[in-house]
């Protein structure tokens, strides 16, 4: 046996059919951990101790056994999507998003279609009508990635996503290749900005989109063809209410001026305004239709552990997920920690899970920088109006509250049980806005959300409602006055969640119109 290299160790996950049970064919990802902080089991031994004139313990027996898997990471949108619907239980709703195996001259080869799927499928005749569009990307052409419109309506158990400009490849089998459902494209003129600043249509049925109540969606496109004469139009907003012809918008970047849609500054009619949005992922509770347990099965493969210089492998079996940090610092990369509770966890072998060595590898893995990456970052009332934007640190906290639970004659848990949700961020600000300290001492709800994106696309946080704490102040020499608000969140009715995980596929770059 040689020495295991902390370098050489890769750490995958798949997800499981049942607890500890993998699928017949599971589909692996590779992960990319900073630091592994904790693997393996806890084994717990009792000695026994009888009254003896040996005066020594005697040779006890295992009583108890625990399992857990925690890592570091940096904070990427691959780490994100992996595991939101894990730590929030709960399916991402919004938009589809398809691993594909091929490029063909016509489109995509995607699973097969559902009935739901292929209806949220939009394609305009003759380009005439509102149409999807698809973000592609982990191909090795150029021309098969990008931001495409679909070419042609769906049906149920297709097995093809229409798009063109495409060249036939086949990528290997460990690529992170996928087509994700980025938004849609309005027809000419009917994308318009009312007086109330909520995005109104003539044709377009919003309810046949998938677009979701809650979720946060981004008004323009990447192209200026694609977006509102008026800048003031262009930005994020949270979907307030889902009508035929109405979305009610709040959370605006801005303050958006009413617009029909019709002009693009130059006596031209008739834009095709894109709204982009992706999946949407958002705690429910355990009668909701979109309420699910996921458990998680990790692989740890450590090379020159077994006899002969072999990789050895160890599974880790049955994990809830169950403690989710993300820390955006002043300076440096935002970085995230996860923590799982499982079952069990396998002794070292050299035998390999089913379709373990297929695992994906890549994805959207770009990290977030602190002072690039961060779109939005903000307190609010529940009015929009802003209470702070001015942070010197912040840290996101999700705890789902997971404990094993044991029973006689197994050793480790049988069962794992997730209890209530608990979200907080830790905060501090500059001391700009005396409403804040109001706003602590009256117990007023407020709401805390915030927005990163970077190449791969981008994710939006939304902690609809919730409370401050604290309000301490740090008076350091020769700098701003500092306030420290604990934020905790609580579920907002409405709504019906706590926390809410928007997604983004694409987006126009930082400061592009």
């Not at 509102?228 to 139009?233: G, K, L, V, Y």
Request: net charge negative; hydrophobic share 40%; glycine share 10%.
């Amino acid at each position: 046996m040689g020495r295991v290299i902390t370098n050489a160790t890769t750490l995958s996950f798949a997800r499981e059919a049942s607890l500890g049970v993998l699928p017949g064919t599971p589909q692996w990802f590779e992960l990319e951990p900073n630091n592994i902080t904790s693997w393996g089991t806890t084994i717990t031994k009792e000695a026994r101790n009888p009254i003896s004139q040996a005066r020594a313990r005697r040779k006890g027996v295992v009583t108890d056994l625990d399992s857990s898997v925690e890592f570091e990471a940096d904070l990427t949108l691959a780490h994100l999507r992996h595991f939101a619907e894990a730590f929030l239980f709960s399916r991402a709703i919004g938009a589809d998003a398809f691993l594909t195996s091929a490029a063909t001259a016509t489109g995509y080869t995607i699973p097969a279609l559902t009935a739901a799927q292929a209806g949220r499928l939009l394609y305009g005749s003759a380009g005439a009508d509102a149409v999807s569009l698809i973000y592609v990307s982990g191909f090795v052409n150029d021309e098969n990635n990008g931001l495409k419109p679909v070419t042609a309506t769906h049906a149920t158990s297709a097995t093809e996503l229409k798009a063109a400009g495409n060249v036939a490849e086949t990528p290997a089998a460990s690529a992170f290749v996928e087509v994700a459902v980025a938004g849609l494209r309005g027809a000419a003129g009917d994308l318009e900005i009312d007086a109330n600043g909520d995005l109104i249509s003539t044709a377009l049925d919003f309810t046949t989109t998938g677009i979701a109540a809650g979720q946060v969606i981004h008004i323009g496109g990447v192209d200026v063809a694609n977006q509102f004469f008026n800048e003031e139009n262009i930005g994020f907003a949270r979907v307030r209410t889902v009508a035929a012809h109405k979305l009610t918008l709040d959370k605006r970047d801005q303050a958006f001026v009413a617009d029909d849609g019709t002009d693009n500054g130059s006596g031209g009619t008739g834009l095709r305004i894109d709204i982009l949005f992706g999946q949407f992922v958002r705690n429910q509770g355990v009668n909701d239709a979109d309420y699910v347990e996921i458990s998680t099965q990790f692989e740890m493969a450590s090379p020159n552990l077994m006899a002969g210089g072999a990789t050895g492998y160890e599974y880790s079996l049955g994990n809830y997920a169950d403690a989710l940090s993300i820390a955006i610092p002043l300076t440096g990369k935002a970085t995230m920690t996860l923590g799982f509770v499982g079952t069990d966890t396998t002794n070292p072998s050299t035998t390999r899970a089913a379709e373990a060595e297929n695992a994906k590898v890549g994805g959207q893995v770009e990290s977030f920088g602190s002072a690039s990456d961060i779109a939005r970052l903000r307190v609010q009332d529940v009015d929009e109006a802003g209470l702070s934007t001015d942070f010197k640190q912040a840290t996101f906290t999700l705890t789902n509250n997971v404990a094993g639970e044991k029973v006689i004659g197994k050793l480790g848990p049988k069962y794992l049980n997730a209890g209530d949700i608990e979200c907080d961020v830790e905060a501090q600000m500059l001391f700009t806005n005396a409403d804040v300290i109001e706003r602590i001492r009256c117990n007023k709800t407020v709401g805390f959300d915030w927005v990163v994106r970077n190449g791969d696309g981008g994710a939006a946080f939304d902690l609809p409602t919730g409370t401050l704490s604290g309000g301490n102040r740090e008076f350091p020499e020769n700098q701003s006055v500092l306030i420290n608000t604990p934020f905790m969140a609580h579920e907002e009715e409405s709504y019906g969640f706590t926390c809410g995980i928007s997604f983004f596929p694409v987006l126009p770059e930082e400061g592009c119109a």
